[in-house]
């Protein structure tokens, strides 16, 4: 994943939007989709303020993997909560009702590993 990619996951993990992070980092919300397009880097103090307006180190936009620490999760974890945050939220946004059985569905799909 290049760094505006992460960007917009991140974006959609914390519930925010790119014109609430353009206002906060102070830049054109544009520059996202023109960034994605290219396939290109900002410039380093863009890059850090658009970390510190995502409380996230510089090092994860970059690399897509947060540096290791004893308090954080592996970043094998956080690249897949990431990629399934939004099934997440829908299933969390179900009542009980429709939500069991679907997750029983998936633990009965687990044991045929």
């Known amino acids: ?6 960007v917009v996951d991140e974006l959609a993990y914390q519930g925010r939007t790119r014109k609430w992070l353009a206002a906060e980092a102070k830049f054109d919300a544009s520059t996202i989709g023109t960034g994605l397009r290219r396939n290109s880097m900002p410039q380093v103090d863009l890059a850090l303020r658009i970390a510190a307006a995502l409380d996230v180190p510089v090092e994860y936009l970059v690399t897509g993997k947060n540096p290791p620490s004893k308090k954080d999760p592996a970043p094998e974890d956080l690249h897949t ?10 299933l969390d946004a179900l009542p009980d009702r429709e939500r069991i059985p679907i997750m029983k569905m998936i633990e009965e799909m687990q044991g045929m590993e």
């Open 1 to 6: 994943m290049n760094f505006w990619e992460v």
């Open 81 to 90: 909560y990431h990629k399934y945050a939004k099934t997440i939220a829908h």
